[in-house]
């Protein structure tokens, strides 16, 4: 095994992706602008100053650090973000929006916890898979670990709620027990026991059962839950081939809920049109065949892992957020990663790819576990 340089490809696309999300960023959030002005330059601090300098930080700090590092300390880190989400319940501490108690309130700052749990489990996880080897085959040591880890987090995330982080979460370790060599018909029972687990929800959770209802019939209820869905398809529809231009979007102001979050996508949509949107698509695609291929190529198991399970949540929160904004996915809100309001977010993944880029420097032509 030798060290070379990181993979200058891989750094390129993700430079790409996140020039390309400022900017889309700061034209959706003149949404906000003209509703609260204070709201904006608070928006814009914390994405682009918080979010996206502390991320640049936590991705060269990632890069010189040994990945090995993050092996020795996966049970504690693992241990710490439950504790830490479950933190969100603690009065004073905790902070909701929209319905759903997810923040951390610590002075000026909030913050996402769920976000450094997901990092976590990748970490957590991959260290457990590398440290059974072929033992994974056997249910003891593959599927049933993973099904403990699913249900502590179930514990916490069910009750702020967050489902879509949950399925983020169960699908990553779902691709990462596949990637070590369990056995498929393993694979499709934890699948259709994910389903099934997510169907009951969606049968006892009323907001849920609206979204599904939402996806099925978009023209229902035009005024109320299927609001987003219906702007969003004007969004893309007014932008056409080429799109109105940048900072043009109409449906920014007042039409689009979170154009800034949740829209986001809609937005660049309306004002890059087709051919936008598809290079972006593009881009995440270039960022899921790259990363994979510094997987294949990393120097052990147990890096191989941990870069699977980092692209794997990048690239299906990606695909997530765009298939449900132009209405083939029912609406889950999950940001568009590099490009969405969420300083925790663009902070924490900006932090993996450190990683990723870390594993990148060393190439072994004789896979070791």
């Known amino acids: 095994m030798k060290e070379k340089k990181v993979d200058r490809f891989f750094l390129i696309i993700l430079g790409l992706l996140v020039t390309i999300g400022v900017f889309i960023f700061i034209s959706a959030s003149l949404g906000v602008l003209v509703k609260n002005e204070n709201t904006f330059y608070s928006v814009i601090f914390n994405q682009l100053v918080l979010g996206l300098g502390m991320g640049i930080l936590g991705m060269y700090v990632c890069l010189k650090v040994d990945y090995k ?7 504690l880190l693992f241990l710490g973000s439950i504790l830490l989400t479950a933190c969100v319940f603690i009065p004073y501490f905790g902070w909701s929006h929209g319905g759903a108690t997810r923040w951390l309130k610590i002075g000026p700052i909030s913050f996402q ?6 990092f976590s489990f ?24 993973l099904g403990i880890m699913l249900t502590i987090i179930a514990l916490v995330l069910f009750k702020q709620p967050d489902i879509k982080s949950f399925i983020l979460i169960t699908v990553t370790g779902i691709s990462m027990l596949f990637i070590s ?11 259709t026991l994910s389903v099934f687990v997510l169907g009951s929800l969606v049968f006892i959770t009323p907001y849920l059962q609206a979204r599904v209802k939402t996806f099925i019939n978009p023209a229902n209820d035009p005024q109320g839950s299927s609001w987003q869905i219906q702007q969003s398809l004007i969004a893309f529809g007014s932008g056409g081939i080429f799109g109105r231009g940048y900072g043009q979007s ?12 949740d829209s986001i996508f809609a937005v660049l949509g309306e004002e890059l049109g087709f051919v936008g949107t598809s290079s972006v698509i593009f881009l995440y695609l270039l960022f899921a065949l790259r990363g994979f291929r510094i997987a294949n190529n990393s120097p052990d198991l147990f890096s191989r892992l941990l870069v699977s399970g980092i692209v794997i949540l990048i690239t299906f929160q990606s695909l997530m957020h765009i298939a ?6 029912p609406l889950t809100g999950v940001p568009l990663p590099f490009m969405s309001h969420g300083g925790t977010s663009l902070m924490i993944y900006l932090t993996m790819i450190g990683i990723v880029l870390q594993v990148s420097k060393f190439t072994s032509k004789v896979k070791k576990s």
């Open 122 to 145: 990748i970490i957590y996880f991959a260290a457990w898979l590398s440290w059974a080897k072929t033992r994974v085959q056997d249910f003891k040591f593959g599927i049933l670990p």
């Open 324 to 329: 449900s904004i132009i209405g083939v996915f």
């Open 69 to 75: 590092f993050w092996r020795k300390y996966a049970f």
């Open 181 to 191: 060599g369990v056995p498929m018909r393993y694979i499709l029972g934890i699948g």
């Open 250 to 261: 109409i449906q920014k102001f007042t039409y689009l809920p979170e154009p800034q979050g």
């Open 113 to 118: 916890p769920v976000e450094i749990l997901k």
